[in-house]
């Protein structure tokens, strides 16, 4: 016994009109409420700013400055490349304020970790070693030049043999 399955796709929506019309402004209203709402936070954090520069200041110093060293250095490779930079540090300002300020204690919290454990790491300490005496009849470079005639005709019989060539 076979059945044979047809299977047929549509398009058409049982919707009406007023039906899809209201689902797609219920969607825009909802993307335009994300915006919204991204957007206030952008500001906020935007004048929040100077306090995560602050904090970055207090907990490192160090970073915000190698940051500002940073777009200097771009400034003197491409003066065009560094005003895109500078451009792109405004525009994204809270974003980059929270990574200094983040970078920062994380230096305070781990750097400090880091140079306790390289101060461990790091402390002179002499290993004593064994001379070791030296052979007195030098090594002849020249080895291969001085072997019979009876091995280099072997090896001219085995050239298609490469794999032993390793081992010479």
Known sequence: MSMNYQRSYSYYSNRSF??????????????????????????????????????????????????????????????????????????????????????????KKFGHLQRQMNAQTTEESYTPFEEVQLNETPLDLNQEQKRPEKDKSTKDSNQQNHYDDLFV
């Open 18 to 107: 007023t039906q899809r019309f209201i689902a797609g402004l219920v969607l825009f209203i909802v993307i335009g409420l994300f915006f919204y709402l991204s957007w206030q936070l952008y500001k906020l954090l935007y004048l929040l700013s100077p306090l995560f520069i602050a904090l970055a200041l207090i907990f490192h110093s160090p970073v915000v400055g190698n940051h500002i060293k940073s777009i200097g250095s771009r400034f003197q490779n491409s003066v065009i490349g560094g005003m895109l930079n500078v451009l792109v540090q405004i525009i994204g300002l809270p974003i980059v304020t929270i990574g200094l300020a983040f970078k920062a204690w994380a230096y």
